[in-house]
């Protein structure tokens, strides 16, 4: 999409998100806007660097990594590229860990004890610490990744036990897609009591609710999402041949 056509999308999504905090008394400095650029190119990023944008959230790691690249060669040493921050918002094989480890300002799809052991052990390599949420398959859908929500205390305690280099900052979901945005917000409530009860057994602040994609983002706002993840409404439908997922 050319860049004049996202700068006035993106526009709009902020207004929209500006509105959709006023309208449950949340400030908006409480929410942050991941922009998801997935199958689009560094190109449509840039546009949105320029227009002030700074978090991108990617599926893919190749993609996002190559991305990067392209995007800090873009945008040059004048625009923030140390800024901005890059999101990990698609499923992570284990034996792509080491490659995500260090690489992502946030992880949002922990969701396995091999994924967190992986992680453990290349971030311990880097000797950092790298900030995760629990990817929770909030719906208990058969195809979806994410921890059952049963099974998130136990995840969670091993993680606090067994993983010191993994900095757990709160929760993620992808519930069904609905026509209407409405029908997720059950979901979305669900979540916030799921991170409401997991902050009491494990007495971390768990801050952070990742919830809320283009067609639910408002719901997700009035239900405590700290984080949305928007891509469509920014920058347009993702095109079906970048649908392939890399090997
Ligand atoms: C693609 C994707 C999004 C963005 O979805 P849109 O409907 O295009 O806004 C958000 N979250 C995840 C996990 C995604 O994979």
């Known amino acids: 999409m050319d860049a004049p056509l996202i700068l006035q999308r993106y526009a709009h999504v902020l207004q929209r998100l500006e509105q959709a905090c006023a309208a449950v008394g949340r400030s908006r400095s409480e929410v942050r806007l991941i922009a998801v650029s997935k199958f689009h ?5 840039v546009a949105c660097v320029n227009a002030g944008q700074l978090d991108f959230g990617e599926n893919y790691v190749q993609e996002a990594l ?3 690249e392209e995007v800090h060669a873009q945008v040059g040493s004048h625009a923030p590229c140390a800024q901005l921050r890059w999101h990990m918002i698609g499923h992570v094989q284990s034996r792509k860990a080491a490659q995500v480890a260090g690489a992502f300002s946030l992880v949002h799809t922990l969701d396995s004890r091999r994924l967190a052991d992986a992680l453990e052990r290349h971030t311990a390599d880097l000797h950092g610490q790298q900030p995760v949420l629990f990817e929770v398959n ?6 979806k990744n994410g921890v059952f929500p049963g099974a998130l205390p136990e995840l969670a305690d091993y ?5 010191p280099h993994l900095d757990v900052r709160g929760l993620m979901c992808l519930p069904p897609v609905f026509d209407a945005g409405q029908a997720a917000r059950p979901h979305f409530a669900k ?4 991170r409401d009860d997991l902050r009491r057994r494990c007495g971390l602040p768990l801050p952070e609710l990742s ?3 283009s067609g639910d983002f408002e719901e997700a706002v009035a239900e405590g999402a700290t984080m949305v993840r928007i891509g469509t ?3 347009g ?5 970048g649908a392939k997922p890399e090997a």
Request: charged share 40%; net charge negative; with cysteine.
């Open 138 to 143: 909030i719906a208990e859908e058969e195809q």
């Open 191 to 194: 979540l916030r009591q799921l």
């Open 41 to 45: 190119e560094a190109a449509d990023i």
């Open 159 to 163: 993680v606090l036990e067994h993983c």
């Open 237 to 241: 439908p993702r095109s079906p041949k």
């Open 211 to 213: 919830m809320g994609m």
């Open 66 to 68: 190559r991305k990067r």
């Open 233 to 235: 409404e920014i920058f």
